[in-house]
């Protein structure tokens, strides 16, 4: 079988940067490769209206973005984090005390980048953050690997080049919208009792409506042998959200589903890779104790419609029956779903119909190359300036 290497231009978000982005090394399609930038966010060696060194506390940055928000409206603002570890969260659940809140303002014709002085690695944090009623920033290059974030409330939020073990969106006291997650990286398996890797969720009459996901990569979660819990690797839910668009990402499942949507409207897949069932358990094995009877749900969904698939691979079930595929273009799946695309067609390779069988190490190698500490320093080598 030979599945598609994700190949083509990269996302356009660098056309809309200064010239002093740094050219992106020429490195593998699916997951973080230095490709990305979240959109209107200077590039870290650009012309700044205001440089600033702060504390490693979210206090300190907080501070920073109200002072660039009332005396540089307009400017270009880099804050950049001197090394430390930010004070231990106090969660990331859904009514958490926020780390960071009501900073930052809409409209600006810049994003105000908040990111590490001395580059990805060396600002590091412990427990969850939320980040509530933020506007306007760009968070770049945190290294939170053990930590659950929560994006809560929040208007044009970027998150960056960072590691993170949870990366959750909520919508229950504002509408969230304009979020970008850019080359976030979710590497580790994690064996847990009861929790989705990520959760888009919507309450009290709320709505989430455009979040992205660039270059990003999700490691699978699996739950204890004998578990009834739930624990898929993205879940959205609650209503009421609308344009969601995932390219250059690659999604392992977890112990339930993939994606799941509930009354989701509009879901595009470009370039980006769905391994469901057990075919990346050659890279995140089953531990004795774990729960290992896995289906393929790899995109599943109640009255989601508008989904579109182009340039990707899904190696598992579409429930087609509740997701309503809009068109499908040079797509590879392991076999037909239920239900035609409205548009295009998909190329289907049974040799992975079986959800058992593994993807081969050397297709991982070559087209989402394992995003260890190393690869990761040097991909994101450009915030060290």
Known sequence: MTLPTG??????????????????????AYGPNGAHWPARTPAVDAAFDWVVDVDPTWAAIAAAITTATTQHPNGKVK?????????TGAGAGSSSKAAIENVGAAGRPWRILVTPRDGWGTVTGAGGYAIRGVKGVSF?????????????????????????AYLNITANGAAVTGVEFVECVLPNQLDIDNADRMAFRVANGHSINGVTMSGCYVAPAYKPAGSTMHCDTLQVSGGAVSNIAFTDSIFFQSSSQILQFEQTQGVAFTRTAVLGGRRGS???PFGADRHVNIGQNSVWGKTTSGVTFADSVVLGSINSRDVIVSSASNTVV??????????????????????????????????????SRARLAQVWAALAV
């Not at 770049?140 to 993170?164: E, P």
């Open 140 to 164: 770049v290059g945190l290294d939170l690997i053990d930590s659950a974030v929560l994006v809560r409330d929040s208007q044009d939020v970027a998150l960056g080049w960072s590691t993170f």
């Open 79 to 87: 804050i950049r984090v001197k090394p430390g570890v930010l004070p």
């Open 334 to 371: 392991s076999h037909m779903p239920a239900v035609a695309p409205l548009q295009g067609s998909y190329t289907v390779d049974s040799q992975y119909a079986n959800l058992e069988t593994p993807v081969p190490a050397a297709w991982f190698d070559a087209n989402c190359p394992m995003p």
């Open 282 to 284: 050659g890279r995140y």
């Open 7 to 28: 190949g083509g231009a990269s996302i356009s978000l660098l056309d809309e940067l200064p010239t002093q982005t740094p050219e992106p090394p020429a490195l593998a």
